[in-house]
């Protein structure tokens, strides 16, 4: 899953909770960090992530 696909999926919560302070307060973060990760200015860490049922991995490839 990307970034783009998280914020979309915070997006759709949005809208179902019906407002973005809702959707933040379900998730237990502030609402500047909620906005910061929907906006792509921050990447979600671990509580919007638990919440979501995802976990971070980096990969690293070798050029070719």
Not at 27 to 34: E, I
Not at 40 to 56: C, D, E, N, V, W
């Amino acid at each position: 899953m990307t970034d783009e696909q998280v914020r979309k999926q915070l997006a759709d919560m949005v809208r179902t909770l019906g407002t973005q302070r809702a959707a933040a307060a379900r998730l237990g973060v502030s609402t500047t960090y909620f906005a910061d990760v929907r906006r792509g200015r921050q990447r979600a860490g671990p509580k919007i992530l638990a919440a979501l049922g995802l976990t971070r991995r980096d990969v690293y490839e070798a050029k070719r």
